[in-house]
Nanobody, 114 residues
Framework: QVQVVESGGGLVQPGGSLRLSCVAS????????MGWYRQAPGKQRELVAI???????NYAASVKGRFTISRDNAKNTVYLQMNSLKSEDTAVYYC????????WGQGTQVTVSS
């Protein structure tokens, strides 16, 4: 089985920054796409950012220019650097990886508040 574990969430003031990390382990033959989704209270889960193995990226319009996704293939790790955080970024952030099929992490809470 594949394990996906996120870390780095917490409480931050508007305008602040956080860096999320996600490590995949277990029965992994080859990771292709890795990425981040989030779900805020009362809202549907939405894509935040994805990154292919070769490094190409896609971002939600709401975070483009503020968030940066990156990965370390040797460590099976994906990162999400979040800058200029807004209250509307408050959500549970979920890591996902594709290794044949999609696998999800348990989520990490990000709260942006004064």
């Amino acid at each position: 089985q594949v394990q996906v574990v996120e870390s780095g969430g917490g409480l931050v003031q508007p305008g602040g920054s956080l860096r999320l990390s996600c490590v995949a382990s277990g029965s992994i033959s080859r990771l292709t796409t890795m990425g981040w989704y989030r779900q805020a209270p009362g809202k549907q889960r939405e894509l935040v950012a994805i990154i292919a193995r070769g490094g190409s990226t896609n971002y939600a319009a709401s975070v483009k220019g503020r968030f940066t996704i990156s990965r370390d293939n040797a460590k099976n790790t994906v990162y999400l650097q979040m800058n200029s955080l807004k209250s509307e970024d408050t959500a549970v952030y979920y890591c996902y990886v594709i290794v044949g099929v999609s696998y999800w992490g348990q989520g990490t809470q990000v709260t942006v508040s004064s």
